[in-house]
């Protein structure tokens, strides 16, 4: 068995540990950014695949104490490298650093990347090559105070990336970060959603395939861990094929998505068409002042949070409507706003119930409840 760690959207650890403990039969510990477990490939390549939340899964290949930045060098070249780099695998390596010996990233990774290299030189008489775009191996070296861990990275490209955008919309949400909101929700599928504000469809989409029981990878051929030297193809497409053989197709749920641009909503159809949704989700080209509740449900937004604005009370402006929104046409709704500017959600004009603290990449940001009772709730 191995050790690994996936990292998630902060503030999505909870929900991440839920989500993956379907999957696998160890039981998931939550950490700063991500959980850990420990588990078999068949483990890394059905987390890779299945995890909605996920960002990387990284899985351990050593870890030690270090106590003395100038034994940096010698404690790397000293590792048993021969084993996962060859002269003809190509590298790259990222690091992330809390601990008090070290003042700059840029030379640790320096440092790490020569003896890596000097090892493998010395081992077989030439030396591999780097490569930051497409490596073979992707190395995740963690040192926090005086504990050291180096990982290989088993994702490649972050799990966000499905394989269902057509185009990438410039204000949209990561599509991992977009399904923890939905979890974050515990939306119940029996019941209608509604994103009315769902630029090119990210949040709507991700609920449909929760829905619908679709892999999040189903379409995404490219994995780092393809490019190791124990890929097991048969196994990866065994998983791969039994994971087909669970989507829902015989049953139709009420998701419904609209946007006042035309040209987010066409992005949004094509994509759901792309990850084989076609007409399983309801996209409508609608005003937010015009939005019409056909049955109460889950609602759950993104608005734009306005940090290009030179005038606040534009985005003030926006919040408040929401919020007028919310009173006088969502009574029995749950309401969600997922939002990034703190001042803007006050003009929404109602108490929230619940905030999740959470990051949109490096923007603070929180998902509020508004469980709306008789048109308000006080």
């Known amino acids: 068995m191995k050790d690994y760690l996936l990292t998630c959207p902060r503030g999505l650890e909870e929900v991440t540990k839920t989500d993956i403990s379907k999957y696998i039969k160890d039981k998931p510990n939550i950490v700063n950014g991500g959980v850990e477990f420990r588990g078999h490939k068949k483990d890394m390549y ?33 590792l048993p490298w021969s084993k996962f780099i060859k002269p003809d695998t190509s590298f790259m390596i990222r690091t992330k ?12 990774t320096l440092k790490i990347k020569d003896a890596i290299v000097d090892n493998i030189r010395k081992n077989f ?37 499905r394989g269902y955008r057509t185009k990438i919309h410039a204000a949209g949400l990561n599509e991992s970060l977009a399904a923890g909101l939905v979890l974050l929700s515990n939306w119940n599928p029996n019941t ?23 892999p999040p990878r189903i379409n995404r051929t490219d994995y780092a861990f393809k490019k190791l030297a124990s890929y097991d193809s048969d196994l990866w497409e065994r998983l791969l094929e039994e994971s087909k053989n ?21 992005l949004g159809y094509e994509s759901s068409v792309k990850i084989g949704l076609k007409n399983k989700i309801k996209f409508f080209v609608k005003n937010i002042k015009d939005f019409v509740l056909d049955e109460t449900g ?55 119930k619940s905030r999740t603290i959470l990051k949109n990449g490096k923007i603070d940001s929180r998902l509020l409840h508004y469980p709306i009772k008789d048109g308000s709730y006080k």
Do not use: W
């Open 125 to 161: 008489g030439q030396r591999p090559s780097i490569n930051k775009e497409s490596p073979d191996i992707s190395l995740y070296v963690i040192i926090i105070d005086n504990k050291m861990t180096i990982y290989v990275n088993t994702s490649g490209f972050p799990l966000f990336k």
């Open 298 to 352: 889950t609602i759950i937004i993104n608005p734009p949070y306005g940090h290009r604005l030179n005038d606040p009370s534009t985005i003030n402006l926006l919040y408040k409507q929401l919020g007028d929104i919310f009173k006088t046409k969502c009574a029995g709704c749950n309401v969600f706003v997922f939002s990034g500017n703190l001042e803007a959600v006050k003009s929404i004009g109602l108490r929230s």
């Open 46 to 78: 059905t987390v890779n695949l299945f995890s909605r939340t996920g960002m990387h899964l990284l899985e351990k290949l050593f870890d030690s104490k270090i106590y003395e930045s100038k034994k940096l060098y010698s404690h790397i070249y000293n």
């Open 192 to 214: 209608p959603f509604y994103d009315i504000m769902c630029g090119s469809g990210t949040i709507p989409i991700e609920v449909a395939m929760i829905a619908h029981n679709i």
């Open 246 to 266: 669970k989507i829902i197709h015989d049953q139709d749920f009420r998701i419904f998505g609209s946007d006042h641009i035309r040209a987010n909503v066409s």
């Open 97 to 108: 650093i809390k601990s008090n010996l070290f003042n700059k990233s840029n030379t640790v």
